[in-house]
């Protein structure tokens, strides 16, 4: 999706370690003109795919999802850190290691939103190492329901979580799919 690779070449600030800080748009302040748009692109790619809920993890994937979901006239579910009082259905749990916290955290979502039979699709801002696509997935297969795709707003496909999902078979739509980040700048496949 160019316009969302022409924000990131504009305005994305890349900290050590390969982190990329793209808060000017999406995960601080958000343009929701472009999220829309990232939202309808994500439509066009499942067009003919039957969803019945959008997941995704708290708290930067909200937005997307949101949007997404109504292209799709679906709910959205987010998994939530673990840890609320007012939680008390029961739940399932998985335990997701974030690569730009460089930490582990326990994530719910109450069972009442997640069944055994529907279609969810998965929608995230970051896709890295993959994990926490695959927590989001283990949420899934919990529940007996089926992943029916993946969408991510910015990959970076230099790392392996991407080959990794796209080598399970899942379909993978990445809008903007960084290939290396140099001296020069940020480089998309």
Known sequence: MEALKQRIRDEAV???????????????QLDVGLINQMGEAFKQHFFSTKVDKILTIEASGIAIAAITAQYFDVPVVFAKKAGSRVQVDSVYSTIIHSYTKNSDATVVVSKPFLNPGE????????????????????????????CVGVGIAIEKGFQHGGKELRSMGIDLFSLAIIAEITSDGIRFD
């Open 119 to 146: 279609r969810i699709l998965i929608i995230d801002d970051f896709l890295a190492e993959g994990q926490a696509v695959k927590g989001l997935l283990d949420l899934v297969n919990q529940a007996d329901a089926t």
């Open 14 to 28: 890349v900290l050590k370690g390969n982190l990329i800080k793209v808060d000017r748009f999406l995960n601080h």
